[in-house]
């Protein structure tokens, strides 16, 4: 065995045994270690990524309350989410395909309200990102806060990234959001109300300040 498949080999090792103790989600940060790289591991990310998410997703339909409850499910997905506007693109390609298997494998997932607020605090904070490109044309800022988790994330300062990653989300979340209300239509309709109504007192607590 080359020295290349034996790193594949060990990761995903390590990675089904982390995905049987409940956690799919580390298996991208791989994509951010040198080693992965030089090693050119990297082409096998993708594939044993979504090996893992399937893998997780029929875990879920029959093991412990405890590692795959409604809790711990909404937080791999939330992990998965913030990954779409990684600056990696290999990356975020990766983070949409899993979220797109997650989400149609396990809808209940994203109708909760650590998911569903990410994914939408994301967009609004993108959309954000995209103004003050335009206001800050020479400094844009590149951290920013999403406001219902407090998770800080960095953006490149190009406009054209973040309007990309802004579309691409908004067109996947779009397809998500219709999953979700066809299985839970009114749990979904009272989270999207709720996160209005934060929406609307976090822009009164910003006019105080």
């Given at each position: 065995m080359s020295r290349g498949l034996g790193d594949v080999y060990k990761r995903q090792l390590l990675e089904t045994m982390r995905c049987d103790s409940?956690?799919?989600?580390?298996?991208?940060q791989y994509y951010c270690?040198?080693?992965t790289v030089?090693?050119?591991?990297?082409?096998y990310i993708d594939a044993i990524a979504i090996f893992l998410?399937?893998?997780?997703?029929?875990?879920?339909?029959?093991?412990?309350?405890?590692?795959?409850?409604s809790q711990a499910i909404a937080n791999q997905l939330n992990d998965l989410i913030l990954c779409l506007s990684h600056r990696n693109n290999w990356l975020q390609d990766a983070a949409f395909r899993c979220c797109d298997i997650f989400i149609?494998?396990?809808?209940?997932?994203?109708?909760?309200?650590r998911s569903l607020f990410t994914l939408l605090d994301l967009m609004t904070t993108l959309f954000d990102s995209v103004i003050d490109c335009e206001t800050n044309k020479f400094e844009p800022h590149y951290q920013f806060v999403l406001k219902h988790?407090?998770?800080k994330v960095l953006f490149p300062d190009s406009a054209t990234w973040r309007k990309t990653t802004l579309?691409?989300?908004?067109?996947?979340?779009?397809?998500?959001?219709k999953i979700i209300l066809n299985k839970a239509?009114?749990?979904?309709?009272?989270?999207?109300?709720?996160?209005?109504?934060?929406l609307t007192q976090f822009s009164r607590l910003n006019d105080v300040e």
């Open positions: 409940g956690d799919c989600s580390k298996i991208l270690d040198p080693s030089s090693s050119s591991v990297d082409k998410v399937n893998k997780y997703t029929n875990l879920v339909q029959s093991n412990s309350p405890r590692l795959f409850g149609r494998s396990i809808p209940s997932a994203l109708c909760h309200h988790s407090n998770i579309n691409r989300i908004h067109t996947s979340a779009k397809g998500w959001v239509n009114d749990d979904t309709k009272i989270l999207l109300q709720s996160y209005i109504s934060d």
